[in-house]
């Protein structure tokens, strides 16, 4: 039973030897392990504040899509299919090259390791540039929300006149913007992280004793990822039919 | 002067062993630290003069209302200087105040780590809360702002001249900082808790800190998107509230309450921990009921996110939702009231102390009772609809921001103040100017039920006649409140360097931070803790001689 | 209640009545249990004050006290929560008999409109003993139409109404505020309520020559040629409006909605959000077309041609004024 309350009395102690020819251990964890599950669980946590930053946006989309049904899916009508399917393919393939580079990292293969991490990056910034695409075009149909915009009766898979109030479709492309805009600025976070964990690796920064950062990069390109395969769907495709 | 606190065992030759005061006397030694200690100084600092310049915007909203005519500002400044007071005192203060200066210090110690899981992350939290800090300053000087701090849609979104959105990326910057506070305090009592310390052992200031740190990390985001979608709105017309475009303003409301409601916990809660410690030594009992007041913090943490829409009884909401959302906020009474008779059962057959901090959690208990049961009024729907949005819900939040938050964080303040800087206060002084902030606040605070309750909106620089003599009352208790204030910043700052040595543990107190040096070394402990025995194991700590009798001054 | 200290608000409403007995009652229990707290915490502070040669006795806690002290607080918020929403229930619900009066906000003002065509600004006339239904909307940004001495309050939107029902019971004068803050003026943003004997306010209403408001709805009907397509047959290429108010609607995509207020201002804003079933979306936009106020006589128009058939002298039309150009014009009209 604990008795005095002075330093250094307590029953026992449970100092830990630093890892020997661990440079990353940082000096206040007792070992490697605990360091990588609180680095690993603070990742987690960190998912979960991005989850409930786009949950207000899709919140509101849900709502107003509810609200304004016709001038939504007028809207989700100008978008393109095609662009929009190709982009989420390169994403999921983005994902696999991401669970690549990871396995290559716990087994230290460096060069192997760096390969996949190019090529995430390459993935990232071709989606980048087709959504830069898809904006250009946006803003040559003046479909982007402002005094220019301008917004006429549309037409639906069938042919059918879907009729719609253009303040309504300004309403839908606002959504549009802020939620496909805040997913790129992440996509663009996420291009810059990989480039350096690639220059890390490439100065073999990591070893099958340490990779967390790049687990944990994965984990957060994953989540940037799930949430375009919402986005995708919400905005391209459930609209379409009225 | 008392003599207090220093046992005889522990002389205090003590200048010469390292602490984390002494280690590195250098300006980058302080503002590159990651020693969590040294970080939650830099927010004592910084959040001290934010707390001093929200007081000054107070006093001039007081000032204003000395008058019914509106004769010392001008309608536009009085919006500004209350919309300023609420922006700085939530923000900048309330949000911080507890955790970002007691947790952070207290957290690694009373759980016998190291520092924090994230000690870079911690000093970003920091640098993130200054440049927001300073962004707001910056925005004050060039006119601030005029919204409330509540910035509603249309009217912030459309229709301000200010600069709203100077204003809404210091809020975004500042609610990074905590976002990054609270993922750090979870990870670090899920991974760095010492060996034996399990969970029905942790300190309730733990509990209380766990708790504020889920509402961080899921209520922040939301208002950071919320801002940046007013942000958007009001630089590229992207119309997601504007009702020209269809959008729906009470859209806004919902999402802002959605984090601005669980808020008032992420303020409150920590100072509950704060109380549980300081009832527990000064009784020098085990908290009574334990478990029920460690799960009482979760179950306020996740009730809080049901209720938010009983701001919006009024605003236009259905009659069902106003209906369903006033039940819930009765939830978040029941554990409420569970802490509170949980404190007040710790005092029977207790060996209670007097000293100061024991004077801020009796005052906690009063005020605390007074500003829920206040709650449970505005959540009763049919008064909610004559209260809301007069000066009752302003009495309300203040009797548990200020009577609440405040009075956890003074008393706390003093509680670990041997511990922070290795000194004892003036005892004499403290329980003079905690008198002042009870009378004071009681004064300031309680003309305003009744202000309330006759009609006076809140938000009104100019109001008619009949109500004057009850704001003239509650201007004069504003300037005993403020000289309950003034008097810590200095008797504090004296003791920095006259007040007496303090021992590892003057109080005689239990709990990890007690069993180190005062102040503690910079990794905290010579050697990691191995905890064997419960929580507030009183009765195997023999209280100290020094504070069994009042001190005479 | 003393000019210089006021304690308690003027009870002038059916509902003061009932939202202060609540009010007291929850005074009530909060100040026992507010004694009950600081009594505790003194005494036992007292008694158990630090004593040489007397230690603090371990105690764990009680289930019991711990239940007990859950569960009855508890039944006794459900008290609060019963009566409170019986109030808020009545609060919310405008007796069907209620005189309607349509309320414009805008920064900083209140414009009303009663029925009979007569206008006020900042200030609203009422009779006692009559139910009076507010129909609010607001120019610019949110404001809330508050009445201390009645216990009411409602924010006032924009884009949509909020209505507000009373039925006063004293004569003389009470404070209107705008509880919402709205901006710069916010707290002059404010008027009077006349609550009036009811022969004093037909003799007010009688003051001037005014159009009652669903005439002008019905002029502007005509000007804006919404006549040609609305007709009452059932030839028109608009649905014939007689008699659809407050009636279910089905629409093209197969919803159903209510035909109330908002509705009616929704489809001349916005035609094509809710196509009523059997129509094409043909109907051009009234939006930055018609002002709120005729807006709120064109809702007023269609209102009256349900309420006009089956027996005079329904809802909120009963009084006409018998216009008599003796009496000098009450209020000014914008």
């Given at each position: 039973?604990?008795?005095?309350?002075?330093?250094?009395?307590?029953?026992?102690?449970?100092?830990?030897?630093?890892?020997?020819?661990?440079?990353?251990?940082?000096?206040?964890?007792?070992?490697?392990?605990?360091?990588?599950?609180?680095?690993?669980?603070?990742m987690?946590?960190f998912l979960v504040t991005e989850i409930m930053f786009f949950g207000g946006m899709f919140?509101a989309y849900?709502?107003?899509?509810?609200?304004?049904?016709?001038?939504?899916?007028?809207?989700?009508?100008?978008l393109?299919?095609?662009l929009g399917?190709?982009n989420t393919?390169v994403l999921?393939?983005s994902s696999?090259?991401v669970?690549?580079?990871?396995?290559?990292?716990?087994?230290?293969?460096?060069?192997?390791?760096?390969?996949?991490?190019?090529?995430t990056v390459l993935l990232g910034m071709t989606f980048l540039v087709v959504k830069g695409f898809e904006y250009n075009?946006k803003f040559?149909?003046?479909?982007v929300p402002?005094?220019?915009?301008?917004?006429?009766?549309?037409?639906?898979?069938?042919?059918?006149?879907?009729?719609?109030?253009?303040?309504?479709?300004?309403?839908?492309f606002s959504l549009y913007f802020a939620m496909t805009g805040m997913h790129a600025l992440h996509m663009i976070i996420g291009c810059g992280l990989f480039s350096v964990l690639?220059?890390?690796?490439?100065?073999?920064?990591?070893?099958?004793?340490?990779?967390?950062?790049?687990?944990n990069a994965g984990l957060y390109w994953h989540l940037v990822d799930i949430i375009w395969i919402y986005l995708f769907?919400l905005l391209?495709?459930?609209?379409?039919?009225? | 002067?008392?003599?207090?606190?220093?046992?005889?065992?522990?002389?205090?030759?003590?200048?010469?062993?390292?602490?984390?005061?002494?280690?590195?006397?250098?300006?980058?030694?302080?503002?590159?630290?990651?020693?969590?200690?040294?970080?939650?100084?830099?927010?004592?600092?910084?959040?001290?003069?934010?707390?001093?310049?929200?007081?000054?915007?107070?006093?001039?909203?007081?000032?204003?209302?000395?008058?019914?005519?509106?004769?010392?500002?001008?309608?536009?400044?009085?919006?500004?200087?209350?919309?300023?007071?609420?922006?700085?005192?939530?923000?900048?203060?309330?949000?911080?105040?507890?955790?970002?200066?007691?947790?952070?210090?207290?957290?690694?110690?009373?759980?016998?780590?190291?520092?924090?899981?994230?000690?870079?992350?911690?000093?970003?939290?920091?640098?993130l809360?200054?440049t927001?800090?300073?962004?707001?300053?910056?925005?004050?000087?060039?006119?601030?702002?005029?919204?409330?701090?509540?910035?509603?849609?249309?009217?912030?979104?459309?229709?301000?001249?200010?600069?709203?959105v100077?204003?809404g990326l210091?809020v975004f910057i500042?609610g990074f900082?905590?976002i990054f506070?609270?993922?750090?305090?979870?990870?670090?009592?899920?991974?760095?808790?010492?060996?034996?310390?399990?969970?029905?052992?942790?300190?309730?200031?733990?509990?209380?800190?766990?708790?504020?740190?889920?509402?961080?990390?899921?209520?922040t985001p939301v208002i950071a998107i919320t801002i940046v979608l007013v942000a958007v709105e009001r630089l590229f017309h992207l119309?997601i509230?504007?009702?020209?475009?269809?959008?729906?303003?009470?859209?806004?409301?919902?999402?802002?309450?959605?984090?601005?409601?669980?808020?008032?916990?992420?303020?409150?809660?920590?100072?509950?921990?704060?109380?549980?410690?300081?009832?527990?030594?000064?009784?020098?009992?085990?908290?009574?009921?334990?478990?029920?007041?460690?799960?009482?913090?979760?179950?306020?943490?996740?009730?809080?996110?049901?209720?938010?829409?009983?701001?919006?009884?009024?605003?236009?909401?259905?009659?069902?939702?106003?209906?369903?959302?006033?039940?819930?906020?009765?939830?978040?009474?029941?554990?409420?009231?569970?802490?509170?008779?949980?404190?007040?059962?710790?005092?029977?057959?207790?060996?209670?102390?007097?000293?100061?901090?024991?004077?801020?959690?009796?005052?906690?208990?009063?005020?605390?009772?007074?500003?829920?049961?206040?709650?449970?009024?505005?959540?009763?729907?049919?008064?909610?609809?004559?209260?809301?949005?007069?000066?009752?819900?302003?009495?309300?939040?203040?009797?548990?921001?200020?009577?609440?938050?405040?009075?956890?964080?003074?008393?706390?303040?003093?509680?670990?103040?041997?511990?922070?800087?290795?000194?004892?206060?003036?005892?004499?002084?403290?329980?003079?100017?905690?008198?002042?902030?009870?009378?004071?606040?009681?004064?300031?605070?309680?003309?305003?039920?009744?202000?309330?309750?006759?009609?006076?909106?809140?938000?009104?620089?100019?109001?008619?006649?009949?109500?004057?003599?009850?704001?003239?009352?509650?201007?004069?208790?504003?300037?005993?409140?403020?000289?309950?204030?003034?008097?810590?910043?200095?008797?504090?700052?004296?003791?920095?360097?006259?007040?007496?040595?303090?021992?590892?543990?003057?109080?005689?107190?239990?709990?990890?931070?007690?069993?180190?040096?005062?102040?503690?070394?910079?990794?905290?402990?010579?050697?990691?803790?191995?905890?064997?025995?419960?929580?507030?194991?009183?009765?195997?700590?023999?209280?100290?001689?020094?504070?069994?009798?009042?001190?005479?001054? | 209640?003393?000019?210089?200290?006021?304690?308690?608000?003027?009870?002038?409403?059916?509902?003061?009545?009932?939202?202060?007995?609540?009010?007291?009652?929850?005074?009530?229990?909060?100040?026992?249990?507010?004694?009950?707290?600081?009594?505790?915490?003194?005494?036992?502070?007292?008694?158990?004050?630090?004593?040489?040669?007397?230690?603090?006795?371990?105690?764990?806690?009680?289930?019991?006290?711990?239940?007990?002290?859950?569960?009855?607080?508890?039944?006794?918020?459900?008290?609060?929560?019963?009566?409170?929403?019986?109030?808020?229930?009545?609060?919310?619900?405008?007796?069907?008999?209620?005189?309607?009066?349509?309320?414009?906000?805008?920064?900083?003002?209140?414009?009303?409109?009663?029925?009979?065509?007569?206008?006020?600004?900042?200030?609203?006339?009422?009779?006692?003993?009559?139910?009076?239904?507010?129909?609010?909307?607001?120019?610019?940004?949110?404001?809330?139409?508050?009445?201390?001495?009645?216990?009411?309050?409602?924010?006032?939107?924009?884009?949509?109404?909020?209505?507000?029902?009373?039925?006063?019971?004293?004569?003389?004068?009470?404070?209107?505020?705008?509880?919402?803050?709205?901006?710069?003026?916010?707290?002059?943003?404010?008027?009077?309520?006349?609550?009036?004997?009811?022969?004093?306010?037909?003799?007010?209403?009688?003051?001037?020559?005014?159009?009652?408001?669903?005439?002008?709805?019905?002029?502007?009907?005509?000007?804006?040629?919404?006549?040609?397509?609305?007709?009452?047959?059932?030839?028109?290429?608009?649905?014939?409006?007689?008699?659809?108010?407050?009636?279910?609607?089905?629409?093209?995509?197969?919803?159903?909605?209510?035909?109330?207020?908002?509705?009616?201002?929704?489809?001349?804003?916005?035609?094509?959000?809710?196509?009523?079933?059997?129509?094409?979306?043909?109907?051009?936009?009234?939006?930055?077309?018609?002002?709120?106020?005729?807006?709120?006589?064109?809702?007023?128009?269609?209102?009256?041609?349900?309420?006009?058939?089956?027996?005079?002298?329904?809802?909120?039309?009963?009084?006409?004024?018998?216009?008599?150009?003796?009496?000098?014009?009450?209020?000014?009209?914008?």
């Amino acid at each position: 039973m604990h008795t005095s309350p002075t330093p250094g009395a307590a029953a026992g102690t449970a100092t830990m030897e630093h890892e020997a020819h661990n440079p990353a251990l940082l000096h206040h964890f007792a070992d490697a392990q605990q360091q990588k599950n609180a680095a690993s669980l603070g990742m987690w946590l960190f998912l979960v504040t991005e989850i409930m930053f786009f949950g207000g946006m899709f919140c509101a989309y849900l709502i107003y899509r509810l609200n304004h049904f016709n001038a939504f899916a007028a809207g989700s009508q100008q978008l393109s299919i095609k662009l929009g399917a190709f982009n989420t393919a390169v994403l999921i393939v983005s994902s696999l090259t991401v669970v690549l580079g990871v396995k290559a990292a716990e087994v230290g293969k460096r060069k192997l390791l760096v390969f996949y991490l190019v090529v995430t990056v390459l993935l990232g910034m071709t989606f980048l540039v087709v959504k830069g695409f898809e904006y250009n075009e946006k803003f040559e149909k003046h479909h982007v929300p402002g005094p220019s915009f301008n917004f006429t009766d549309t037409f639906d898979d069938n042919g059918q006149k879907i009729p719609v109030n253009s303040k309504e479709a300004e309403l839908f492309f606002s959504l549009y913007f802020a939620m496909t805009g805040m997913h790129a600025l992440h996509m663009i976070i996420g291009c810059g992280l990989f480039s350096v964990l690639a220059i890390l690796a490439w100065k073999g920064h990591y070893s099958p004793g340490y990779y967390t950062p790049i687990e944990n990069a994965g984990l957060y390109w994953h989540l940037v990822d799930i949430i375009w395969i919402y986005l995708f769907p919400l905005l391209y495709l459930i609209s379409r039919h009225s | 002067m008392a003599t207090t606190a220093i046992p005889s065992n522990q002389a205090p030759a003590a200048p010469k062993t390292l602490n984390y005061l002494n280690n590195g006397h250098t300006l980058k030694s302080w503002l590159l630290t990651t020693d969590h200690k040294r970080i939650a100084l830099l927010y004592l600092i910084s959040v001290s003069i934010f707390f001093f310049l929200g007081g000054i915007f107070a006093m001039l909203i007081r000032l204003e209302l000395l008058t019914p005519e509106g004769d010392l500002l001008s309608a536009d400044n009085y919006n500004k200087a209350f919309t300023e007071h609420g922006m700085i005192m939530v923000f900048f203060f309330l949000i911080p105040v507890v955790p970002a200066i007691l947790g952070n210090f207290l957290v690694p110690l009373m759980i016998g780590a190291k520092d924090l899981a994230f000690p870079r992350i911690n000093l970003l939290s920091w640098y993130l809360y200054v440049t927001a800090g300073l962004l707001f300053l910056h925005c004050l000087l060039r006119g601030g702002v005029d919204t409330g701090w509540t910035f509603y849609s249309p009217y912030a979104t459309e229709y301000t001249n200010t600069n709203i959105v100077e204003a809404g990326l210091a809020v975004f910057i500042a609610g990074f900082s905590s976002i990054f506070t609270g993922l750090n305090f979870i990870v670090t009592v899920h991974r760095m808790r010492a060996p034996g310390l399990t969970w029905d052992r942790l300190p309730l200031f733990i509990w209380a800190n766990y708790a504020t740190s889920l509402i961080m990390i899921l209520g922040t985001p939301v208002i950071a998107i919320t801002i940046v979608l007013v942000a958007v709105e009001r630089l590229f017309h992207l119309g997601i509230f504007d009702p020209r475009l269809g959008g729906d303003p009470l859209l806004f409301q919902h999402l802002f309450w959605f984090y601005s409601h669980p808020a008032v916990y992420i303020m409150i809660l920590p100072s509950m921990g704060v109380i549980s410690e300081l009832i527990a030594c000064f009784a020098r009992k085990r908290i009574f009921g334990y478990n029920f007041v460690a799960l009482s913090s979760i179950a306020i943490a996740v009730f809080g996110f049901l209720v938010w829409a009983h701001h919006m009884f009024v605003a236009g909401i259905s009659l069902y939702a106003a209906m369903m959302f006033s039940f819930l906020s009765f939830s978040v009474g029941v554990p409420s009231a569970v802490k509170v008779f949980n404190w007040t059962a710790t005092l029977y057959k207790g060996s209670i102390s007097y000293a100061t901090p024991m004077l801020y959690a009796f005052g906690f208990i009063g005020l605390f009772t007074i500003g829920g049961l206040t709650g449970l009024m505005l959540a009763t729907i049919g008064i909610d609809v004559h209260m809301t949005d007069t000066y009752f819900v302003v009495a309300h939040f203040h009797y548990v921001m200020v009577g609440g938050v405040l009075m956890g964080y003074l008393g706390g303040l003093h509680f670990w103040w041997p511990k922070i800087t290795g000194r004892m206060y003036p005892e004499a002084w403290a329980r003079l100017s905690a008198m002042f902030v009870f009378v004071g606040f009681n004064l300031t605070f309680f003309p305003q039920f009744i202000l309330g309750q006759v009609g006076m909106p809140r938000r009104y620089w100019q109001y008619p006649p009949e109500f004057q003599v009850l704001n003239v009352l509650s201007t004069a208790g504003a300037s005993v409140l403020a000289v309950g204030y003034l008097l810590p910043m200095i008797y504090l700052l004296w003791s920095l360097k006259y007040g007496p040595i303090a021992s590892a543990n003057p109080w005689g107190a239990a709990g990890l931070e007690w069993q180190t040096t005062s102040p503690p070394p910079t990794f905290n402990f010579d050697e990691t803790p191995v905890v064997t025995w419960e929580a507030y194991n009183y009765d195997e700590i023999p209280a100290p001689k020094e504070l069994e009798a009042p001190v005479a001054h | 209640m003393s000019k210089y200290l006021p304690l308690w608000p003027d009870q002038a409403s059916t509902l003061a009545g009932q939202v202060d007995a609540l009010y007291i009652y929850l005074l009530l229990v909060s100040g026992v249990m507010t004694a009950i707290i600081f009594l505790a915490v003194a005494f036992l502070a007292v008694k158990y004050r630090r004593q040489p040669g007397r230690e603090a006795h371990p105690i764990e806690g009680s289930m019991i006290l711990e239940v007990g002290w859950s569960v009855l607080p508890f039944f006794v918020m459900l008290t609060f929560f019963v009566w409170g929403a019986v109030i808020y229930f009545e609060e919310r619900t405008p007796p069907a008999d209620s005189t309607e009066i349509y309320v414009v906000a805008k920064q900083w003002m209140w414009k009303i409109e009663h029925m009979e065509g007569q206008r006020e600004i900042n200030e609203l006339h009422v009779p006692t003993g009559e139910n009076v239904k507010l129909i609010m909307t607001s120019q610019d940004v949110i404001h809330s139409f508050f009445i201390p001495a009645f216990r009411i309050k409602q924010d006032v939107l924009p884009g949509r109404y909020t209505t507000l029902w009373f039925k006063a019971t004293r004569p003389g004068h009470y404070h209107l505020f705008c509880a919402e803050y709205c901006g710069t003026n916010h707290s002059t943003m404010g008027g009077d309520i006349v609550v009036m004997e009811p022969q004093e306010y037909a003799q007010w209403m009688a003051g001037g020559p005014a159009l009652p408001l669903q005439e002008t709805g019905k002029q502007l009907f005509t000007q804006l040629g919404c006549v040609t397509c609305h007709r009452s047959d059932t030839q028109g290429r608009g649905p014939n409006l007689a008699g659809i108010y407050n009636k279910p609607v089905l629409l093209e995509d197969g919803r159903t909605v209510t035909a109330d207020d908002n509705y009616v201002r929704e489809s001349i804003l916005n035609p094509t959000a809710k196509i009523v079933s059997g129509f094409k979306p043909v109907m051009p936009t009234f939006q930055g077309i018609v002002s709120d106020e005729q807006l709120n006589a064109l809702v007023a128009y269609v209102k009256s041609l349900s309420s006009a058939q089956p027996a005079t002298g329904t809802a909120g039309l009963q009084n006409q004024p018998a216009a008599s150009p003796a009496e000098p014009q009450k209020t000014q009209v914008q």
